[in-house]
């Protein structure tokens, strides 16, 4: 229901998101998640992955590990409209190079690494 008037208020220019975060027990193994979401892996309380579709272009799903005890780490946060906020950067390395943040659900590009083509701009 909330995801529901998140949208609307979106759709109205209320509220603006990339993506919301939803929540599951059973890591992604297909490989796939879908695109509008930021998909957060629990098992109880435990929160163990984060994972969203490339919004690089690629597609591929990345999976971001909120264990604390592990390196690298994430740390997602959420806010009432369960809009994440995702730290720190993530940077792919694969031929995707793509390098972004996530605020209250908005994806950030790292300057210069923005995907589109942007030759011929000013
Ligand atoms: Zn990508």
Redesign the pocket.
Known sequence: MLKAIALILRAVGLLKFDRLAEYTSEYPSTGRVPEESLVVVRDGDVEKWACLA???????M?ALSLNPSRRPKWHVTLDFWNRPTLKPSVH?L?E?G?HFWITNGTIDWYPGRR?TNSRGAI
Do not use: F, H, L, S
């Open positions: 490339c919004p690089g272009g690629c597609g591929k990345i792919q694969n995707c793509c995907r």
